[in-house]
């Protein structure tokens, strides 16, 4: 894992010009890469990359910028190939000569071999550029997931990219100003879309996506390479998916246990990560221990599942380690959080994430999680939620029997129990609309904003047309005929990015590397080619994955009806020990002179924000967002 960054300028700009705002930039990332600093500058072109390294594979020999043997050909490399082995030995074979054992240089001989078509090969996470001086063009590609970030600003006569944005901005290449339509978009889902930021002019590159620069013409193609596609095999026998996705998980895990250096796993007690660390410990030839690092709280049971994790880690013979953040760390680390984020997204499960990959880093330089789980094998309550509404509405229509896609009511009804602590939502969800179109009731099911929308000032105009708008042409743009598959091709473009975002950020504030198993996509791919009524059946949130779990965890957490989230109290702390702290942030002078905010409705909803609600926070994040990168 590292920090990627790189200008091409076109405006005559001196090697030493280019050089001190490259150098910039990579001071501002100089967290993701604790090991190695590197610079390459183009002799013919004004083209520099950047590297910030943490180095996990061939630490002596991985080097960046790294190049093929006659320097016309350059990368800068953030991620992990893992199949770098099989396709270093394919390369060999068609005559190409390596100087590392690093999977940076696969990358550059498979480009050389493959051209762009080489991401194709690749299984990983990964963010790069690639110069080739020959063709006098820049190639960069992100991974079919978003795991890895990349971010880039184009005018007439400059292109520069980088990991972070926090790094294009100390390049003074552009002017810092909000962007208020991602903002309405923030409100509402606590993430922005596709390739919008909460910066105006800063561009994200998307998940699955590759891009050219032309350095002549100064031509920019964006080009989507991989997506989600929902061709579901009916010819296939449950048992025919249960086999393969077994084999699938396991080697997933398997390949990401190549590492030079120590490794451990993220633990929480959970259907997902217990699995990643129960393979990982099966599979793990190494013969060391597996660290496994836990997060709770210490304000109840409702905040704590240490008992589950410390069963898996106990039941297979892995070290457990834990950490407990308190409101006082809330506090100290939450502007920095913010910070190391450039923009706020997703829920407060953010700060004990941070926390634990503190904890993490003190032992080991790379972790394995469970992220991407309840995205990919369907394992929200909300699906269910959703799911319920179709029955019910096929039930009254008599449609449910019709297409091979439908649901019925009778084949989820042992399942409902399950909704017994979801009933406010269910109440949400239901007071209006009922039997809408799927794309406006799970926009109900997404939409994040509740009482945030009373927070501003009334000249804010929030556009709630164009928003959904935004999210429409998301939810149905795929293949998927079904209810379900929408929701999940939904969630794998918005959500889970999202989520992402926040997996980089905190471990790489520790310089620590994240590796999710789950998200491998040829998994992904094999999940979307499944029928619903076998990933999902009879409503059974993550069906399918539990039949290939089910004799590799313990059964004390295969059976809990409890998996919580990491939740975090803050409405607890709020009340008591932080709102001091909160106030100090919404209701500053430096926050009212904003005029975003409505003061005296801000006031009300601090003092009465309810449980694991998500008002203050949302409002909490946004104004240290200001503060941060508007205001200094």
């Known amino acids: 894992m590292c920090g990627i960054a790189g200008i091409l300028s076109s405006k005559g700009q001196s090697k030493e010009s280019l050089r001190h705002h490259g150098g910039k930039m990579l001071r ?24 910030r390294r943490l180095a996990i594979i061939d630490p002596e020999g991985g080097k960046q910028p790294l190049s093929n043997e006659d320097g016309t050909v350059w990368v800068t490399f953030n991620g992990c190939i893992y199949n770098y082995m099989e396709l270093s ?10 100087k590392t054992y690093s999977d940076t240089e696969v990358i550059v001989h498979a480009y050389e071999e493959f051209g762009e078509d080489c991401i194709k090969y690749f299984i990983g996470m990964f963010a790069f550029a690639i110069w080739d001086e020959k063709k006098k063009k820049l190639f960069c590609a992100r991974d079919r997931m978003g795991i890895k970030p990349f971010y880039y600003i184009h005018n007439d ?6 990991s972070e944005i926090k790094a294009l901005l100390a390049a003074d290449l552009i002017r810092k100003e909000p962007d208020y339509q991602s903002i309405q978009q923030y409100i509402y889902f606590q993430t922005t879309l596709e390739e919008k930021t909460l910066f105006k002019n800063i561009i994200k590159l998307p998940p699955g996506h590759n891009l050219v620069y032309d350095y002549a013409s100064g031509k920019l193609t964006v080009s989507e390479y991989w997506d989600l596609r929902f ?3 009916f010819s296939k026998s449950e048992e025919y998916f249960i086999d393969k996705l077994r084999f699938l998980l396991e080697d997933a895990v398997k390949i990401r246990l190549r590492s ?33 690092f836990t997060g709770a709280f210490q304000e109840g049971e409702k905040f704590d599942e240490t008992q589950y994790a410390k069963l898996v880690a106990q039941s297979v013979g892995a070290n457990y380690q834990e950490i407990f953040p308190t409101d006082q760390d809330f506090v100290e680390y939450l502007p920095k959080i913010i910070h190391y984020m450039d923009e706020p997204a997703a ?92 794309e406006k009731r799970y926009f109900r099911l997404m939409n994040r904003s509740g009482d945030m929308k009373g ?25 998927a005929q079904s209810f379900l598959n929408k929701m999940l091709y939904f969630d794998l473009k918005v959500h889970l990015p999202a989520l992402l975002h926040v ?47 089910k004799n590799i965890i313990p059964s004390e957490v295969m059976n809990r009806k409890d998996k919580m989230g990491f939740p975090v109290p803050l409405h607890l702390w709020y009340q008591k020990s932080l709102k001091g702290f909160v106030k100090d942030i919404l209701l500053d002078q430096t926050a009212k002179d904003r005029g975003f905010y409505d003061v005296n409705q801000l006031e009300k909803a601090i003092d009465n924000e309810k449980a694991f609600g998500r008002t203050i926070w949302g409002a909490l994040c946004l104004e240290l967002w200001f503060k941060t990168f508007m205001d200094n």
């Not at 967290?31 to 013919?44: M, V």
């Open 503 to 549: 997996e980089d950020r905190v471990s790489m504030a520790w310089g620590l590397e994240s590796r999710v198993p789950l998200l491998d996509h040829r998994i992904v791919e094999l999940m979307a080619s499944i029928p619903p009524t076998i990933k999902f059946k009879n409503g059974e949130p993550k069906y399918l994955f539990r039949q290939v779990i």
């Open 89 to 98: 030995q394919t390369l060999r074979s068609k005559g190409h000569k390596f």
């Open 455 to 479: 927070l501003f000032n009334p000249d804010f105009k929030i556009d709630h047309d164009g928003v959904f708008a935004s999210y429409e042409s998301i939810f149905n743009r795929s293949n």
């Open 157 to 162: 006569s400059q292109f520069a990219f980088a």
């Open 28 to 51: 501002q990332i100089a967290h993701r890469g604790p090991d190695g600093y590197g610079e390459w500058l183009s002799d013919e072109s004004q083209v520099y990359l950047g590297h």
């Open 260 to 292: 030079d250096v120590s490794l451990g796993a993220h633990l929480s007690g959970g259907l997902d990560s217990s699995t990643v660390v129960s393979l990982a410990s099966m599979i793990n030839v190494s013969g060391s221990t597996l660290n496994t």
């Open 347 to 438: 829920g407060p499960g953010i700060f004990p994430q941070f926390m634990v990959s503190k904890l993490a880093s003190q032992h080991v330089k790379v972790v394995l999680g469970g992220q991407g789980g309840d995205e990919i094998f369907a394992g929200y309550t909300r699906y269910l939620i959703g799911y319920l509404e179709e029955c019910l509405k096929g039930s009254i229509e008599g449609t449910e029997n019709t297409a091979e896609y439908a649901a019925t009511l009778s084949s989820i009804i042992p399942n409902l129990p399950m909704l017994k602590q979801y009933t406010p939502m269910l109440k949400y969800f239901w007071q209006d609309g009922l039997f809408d179109s799927q």
């Open 231 to 233: 061709d579901v095999d």
